[in-house]
């Protein structure tokens, strides 16, 4: 496969969404809202609420959020997506930045860490943020969990925050520094063949 992006492994490919590039089919927003909808995972990607279609495509607009499409490599070299992940509501200015992230994974797949990787350092090397935070159901363990394989460290947990199963519930605040991210991002990309971005 030819190297279109850094944010690679012969395995796993975090593309930007940039509506009309050549890289995406038509549609691909609503592949990746059906996608979400099929695997039941809707309520807890979006920590409790159930987006219509038209509602979820509005909140990927680009003044909204900033999406990357998160691919497995087949044998064929073709990209399969498997999930998605976003920043938003940047605070700050280059290098001196904070903003809220999500991941979502609508199919089971080996390269979930992996993504994950590469879709933070896509943010904090290509789109300069410095501070993510994310803010979870705190009962998703599931998602509690990966983010700490990641790196994020729980700060916070704040009461009735989300919205989820008809009543108020608690979140979890997590957060990842730049500075605890990057040497152990590099040590990861060293063993795995990546192009690590200056």
């Known amino acids: 496969m ?11 490919v975090v593309m930007p969404f940039t ?11 609503s592949h990746l809202y059906y996608e979400t909808q099929s695997a039941g995972r809707l309520s807890l990607v979006f920590c ?69 990787m590469l879709g933070i350092a896509y943010w904090m090397t290509g789109l300069k943020i410095n501070v993510i935070h994310g803010v979870m159901l705190a009962e998703n363990k599931m998602a509690i969990k990966y983010a700490e394989k990641l790196g994020f460290v729980p700060t916070a947990i704040v009461p009735k925050f989300h919205f989820h ?7 979890l605040v997590a957060t990842l520094d730049i500075i605890d991210f990057l040497p152990v991002f590099r040590a990861w990309a060293a063993k795995n063949g990546v192009a690590v971005p200056e």
């Open 48 to 116: 409790g609420d159930v987006p219509t279609h038209d509602e979820f495509i509005r909140m990927f607009a680009p003044d909204k959020k900033v999406l990357q499409v998160l691919c497995e490599v087949d044998e064929k070299k073709d990209l399969k997506p498997v999930g998605y992940c976003w920043v938003e509501m940047p605070k700050g200015v280059d290098n001196e930045r904070a903003a809220l992230c999500g991941f979502a994974f609508f199919k089971p797949s080996r390269q979930v860490f992996n993504l994950g």
């Open 19 to 29: 509506e009309g590039s050549q890289v995406y089919r038509d549609g691909m927003l």
């Open 2 to 12: 030819t190297q279109l992006w850094e944010y690679m492994t012969d395995k796993a």
């Open 165 to 171: 199963n008809g009543k108020l519930v608690s979140a």
